[in-house]
């Protein structure tokens, strides 16, 4: 994608300079708008042609059927999918009775530019119309991060010569017509014209609309006003319909007078409350934004990114493309994650209907990092989200016959939306994961308050689990067996040594916990001998090791399987799950996405270096990366052990996964985990952070085409500035008091308002491992700006 013609190269944008149909839908989703409640596709402002309309609400879904072949006892009845709401970003645009679309008439300049400071989407084109008339037409589309509830849009509309009448059509659209993407017609037929009206009415030029799902039971209302300003004789008029609310303005234009409007667009959502309190809420959040004004909004919005980018951003000197893309990718997961609250970070956030909009194991894993260290706010509230859904959880567990909670594979509103048992039920490490998260935020916000009121029992209940869910073997080894990581080529083994190790960590998270706060533990009814069996599992947890290839295996017995034939496998046979069945798959020594090598970076602390190294060649030589979680992981994996240029590689993959389209599914929204990762990449890649326990670390190395590499950390009511050259790492304390962390090592204090610096050891020469044939990553040629801004 960015390679296309139309595409810039500068570091604070995304430009497209020329309109190509053929990649509307990928362009829809790397240009959409979010603040974590709100998500607006970057649809064209009059709403055809389009790829994938898409207006969507955190949280707000439709349960379809689950079909099964055959039933099977746990497996749920019923997903869940998020639907696409009412859609009020249309702006229809008529001159002299002829409407304007891009497909007619002569478009002889189309230009978009998703600016990641301004947090706006800008649109300029000169159109002729079919009888000849030019007109230049401007938008600027926001959602507002501090105006939770709003969305605004600047739309203007000039002529270029002579005079013209024009009408603009404001519209809030329900209901709308979508492609189809649903095989099982019990599902599709769920799906199709979800949204039911409740009520409905205008006045002036506000109107609002409610509706409700059929079968969710959730209720959601969204409303528009309008400022006009036009040259005398400018004209409105309404009319309202059940699904369609529509705003007529009507203008004689003449060059240099241009028509101008304004328009504020509220939403909001319940499963409790009526639709006329709904209706009153998104009122509420208009009067509000038509106080602020289109001008405030738009500083408001500056304000909010100029101090994320304060706290968040990273630079990069050496490959332009890098940075454009960490930014995009900075941008879209602050925008998944901003204003979540209480609502579940979606895979693909609010940028399309993909994985149909569920949460994953994700979130914790790749997300809620970045978020913990520049944006902790959002990351508790990420973690609140899975404390108010603990209930369901520990409901699943009971079904399943075990003690705590199980958290689901997937979801949105917390229920287990998985049709496919052996990740539905059996992916359990995700319950390590999300204790790991809020271990992670614990250890870097201090926050106590939130460890009382939510994080103590996620770690407990996520603790019984594994002490119900393994056992001690006769020899006396804390064994969790018949349980899948997070490789989705492997299933059902015994001794992942990735869950293994991030349950261990969670039961020693627990335990202490607990010891910190023996009131709080006991309202949980957690007694000295319940924390004393978790230590005790954590201490004789089973960690498998193959003596004879030198190497941990990804489960037990995993390396005595055999290896894939990887040379009689086509570059067309790829992803592997398309084109070979899972039976075969589960039986061979392939891997789908990195799993005991994420284990070698979140348990950094369980290997040696020596094991690193050996683990991670071996497991370069069977990864195939048919999934876009890899390319970070191994990214960091190969920068600490030694393979600079190969991490660079892997950099550059998991930062251009949507804005060169790799995995040929952007259409459908954004991979919000590879574009965090493009930050673990960076940050904990070449800048070699590690928080195991809650101590900070670094250990930076760079490969030879980035020069410096700048980052920034908030780390315990402190700011932390790094700076990584070539031979030198220099530490900076921007606010807070002194900060005790390690380099390479070796443990240095950085006070406060002052500079440290430190030599940078060389790495250690290794051989460069091999991929399987063609599975390599693609080798970065580094990329100069095409232009400055």
């Known amino acids: 994608m960015i390679q296309h013609r139309a595409f810039q190269v500068e570091p604070w944008v995304l430009r497209e300079t020329e309109l190509d149909l053929e990649r509307l839908a990928q362009t829809e989703s790397l240009f959409a708008l979010s603040n974590g409640h709100i998500g607006l596709r970057g649809n064209l402002d009059e709403g055809e042609p389009s790829g994938l309309p898409g207006t969507y609400l955190a949280g707000f879904y439709e349960v379809r059927p689950l079909p099964y072949a055959e039933p099977g006892y746990g497996n749920p009845e019923a997903g869940q999918t998020v639907i696409n709401v009412t859609n009020g970003k249309i702006l229809r645009l008529l001159v002299e009775d002829e409407p304007f679309d891009v497909r007619y008439g002569a478009l002889r300049r189309h230009e978009r530019v998703l600016d990641l400071r301004a947090g ?35 739309y203007e509309v000039e002529v270029l010569e002579g005079k013209a009448p024009v009408v603009v059509q404001s519209e809030l659209v329900a209901n709308e017509a979508l492609p189809a993407t649903e095989d099982d017609p019990r599902a599709a037929a769920a799906l199709s014209s979800p949204l039911r009206s409740e009520l409905s009415g205008s006045r002036d030029t506000r109107f609002v609309m409610a509706h409700s799902t059929r079968a969710s039971g959730l209720t959601m209302a969204a409303a528009m006003d309008h400022v006009i300003d036009g040259p005398p004789g400018t004209a409105a008029s309404g009319e309202m319909f059940d699904d369609v609310g529509r705003l007529l303005v009507t203008a004689d234009l003449v060059p240099g007078t241009p028509l101008r409007l304004v328009k504020f667009v509220a939403y909001g959502w319940s499963s409790q409350r009526s ?62 994650g901003a204003r979540a609250e209480g609502r579940a970070i979606a895979a693909k956030g609010l940028t399309g209907p993909g994985y ?158 607990v010891q910190r706060d023996p009131d709080r533990a006991a309202e949980l009814s957690v007694d000295a001998e319940e924390s004393a069996g978790w230590r ?36 067309e046979q790829y992803p592997l799950l398309l084109h070979f069945p899972y039976f075969d798959l589960y039986r061979k020594q392939v891997v789908k996405q990195a799993d005991l090598v994420l284990a070698l970076h979140l348990r950094g602390d369980a290997f040696s270096a020596e094991e690193k190294a050996r683990d ?99 780390f315990r009511g402190r700011r932390l500035l790094v700076e990584v050259e070539p031979r030198r790492a220099t530490y900076s304390l921007l606010e807070g008091a002194p900060l005790e962390l390690k380099h390479h090592g070796k443990s240095i204090t950085v006070g406060t308002g002052k500079s440290t610096a430190r030599q940078i050891p060389r790495a250690r020469a290794r051989e460069t491992p091999s991929q399987p044939p063609g599975r390599a990553p693609a080798r970065r040629r580094p990329q100069r700006p095409t232009r400055s801004t």
């Open 120 to 154: 706006v989407l800008r649109r300029t084109l000169e159109w002729v119309s079919p009888t000849g008339r030019s007109v230049r037409v401007a938008s600027t589309r926001l959602v507002s991060f501090v105006q939770r509830a709003m969305a605004a849009i600047l």
């Open 275 to 336: 639709p006329p309190a709904i209706v009153d809420q998104v009122a509420a959040a208009l009067a509000e934004a038509q106080h602020t004004g289109w001008d405030g909004l738009l500083a408001e919005q500056r304000a909010y990114l100029d101090d994320f980018w304060d706290r968040a951003d990273v630079e990069i000197d050496g490959d332009a493309e890098l940075q454009q893309a960490l930014r995009f990718g900075l941008f879209h997961t602050l925008q998944a």
């Open 356 to 513: 149909a909009g569920h949460a994953f194991w994700d979130t914790e894993t790749f997300v809620l990092p970045i978020l913990t260290y520049t944006v902790p706010h959002a990351a508790r509230d990420a973690l609140w989200w899975r404390h108010m859904t603990l209930d369901l959880a520990q409901q699943r567990a009971t079904l399943l016959g075990l003690n705590g909670a199980a958290f689901p594979w997937r979801t949105i509103r917390g229920q287990e939306c998985s049709g496919y048992w052996p990740a539905g039920i059996a992916a359990f490490h995700i319950n390590a994961d999300v204790a790991d998260a809020v271990a992670r935020y614990q250890a870097a916000t201090e926050d106590t308050a939130f460890e009382q009121a939510a994080g103590l029992q996620l770690l407990v209940e996520t603790a019984r689990l594994w002490r119900s869910l393994g056992h001690h073997d006769a020899e006396g080894r804390f064994r969790i067996d018949g349980i899948t990581g997070p490789d989705e080529y492997s299933a059902i083994a015994d001794n992942n040594v990735y869950t293994n190790l991030m349950a261990q960590r969670n039961l020693l998270a627990a335990a202490d916990a």
């Open 536 to 571: 005790d599992a954590a201490d004789a947890m089973l960690i498998p090791y193959d003596d004879a290839r030198g190497v941990h295996p990804q489960a037990e017995a995993f390396t005595q399987h055999q290896v894939w034939d990887f040379d009689s496998t086509g570059p």
């Open 616 to 714: 991670f060649d071996y497991y370069e030589g069977l990864t195939v990366r048919d999934s876009s979680l890899s390319a970070c992981t191994q990214a960091v994996v190969a920068a600490e052990v030694g393979h600079l240029e190969l991490a660079y590689d892997y950099f550059g993959e998991a930062a251009l996964i949507d804005l060169d389209d790799i995995e040929h599914n952007t259409r459908d929204g954004v991979h919000i985990a590879s574009l965090a990762g493009t930050w673990i990449a960076a940050v904990a890649g070449f800048g070699g952070m590690r928080d195991h326990d809650g101590e900070l670390s670094l250990a930076p190395r760079l490969p030879e085409v980035i020069t410096r590499l700048t980052f920034r950390l908030g």
